[in-house]
């Protein structure tokens, strides 16, 4: 009874892990559709700029590469917390009292 209320505990973790994997999977995919749909929108309606064909290309090439170096934003986030957790394990694990041999049980 305790090993399958471990178990529920356990998918239901790994059923949040892939939910947000596949929520980041989305929005990296997608912010760079949406900023350029934004800012052509800004610029058309707000700005009353005329929108053609070179500046519309030109703009669709600029955001191409600024989308390769924003893609790997959510790797980055991803990578600094492992880190961090990484570090605070670390740290508890050299702050921890060292056991002495009368406290092991044989």
């Given at each position: 009874?305790?090993?399958?209320?471990?178990?529920?505990?356990?998918?239901?973790?790994?059923?949040?892990?892939?939910?947000?994997?596949?929520?980041?999977?989305?929005?990296?995919?997608?912010?760079p559709?949406?900023?350029?749909?934004a800012?052509?929108?800004?610029?058309?309606?707000?700005?009353?700029?005329?929108?053609?064909?070179?500046?519309?290309?030109?703009?669709?090439?600029?955001?191409?590469?600024?989308?390769?170096?924003?893609?790997?934003?959510?790797?980055?986030?991803?990578?600094?917390?492992?880190?961090?957790?990484?570090?605070?394990?670390?740290?508890?694990?050299?702050?921890?009292?060292?056991?002495?041999?009368?406290?092991?049980?044989?």
């Amino acid at each position: 009874d305790e090993v399958m209320e471990k178990r529920k505990t356990e998918l239901t973790m790994v059923m949040r892990t892939q939910l947000c994997g596949a929520a980041s999977q989305f929005l990296t995919l997608s912010v760079p559709a949406v900023v350029s749909v934004a800012t052509f929108t800004v610029f058309t309606k707000v700005q009353k700029g005329d929108l053609d064909a070179a500046r519309a290309f030109t703009s669709l090439a600029l955001f191409g590469l600024l989308a390769q170096a924003l893609s790997q934003i959510p790797n980055v986030i991803q990578a600094i917390i492992g880190m961090l957790v990484s570090a605070d394990r670390i740290v508890a694990f050299f702050l921890s009292e060292e056991f002495t041999e009368n406290l092991v049980v044989q």
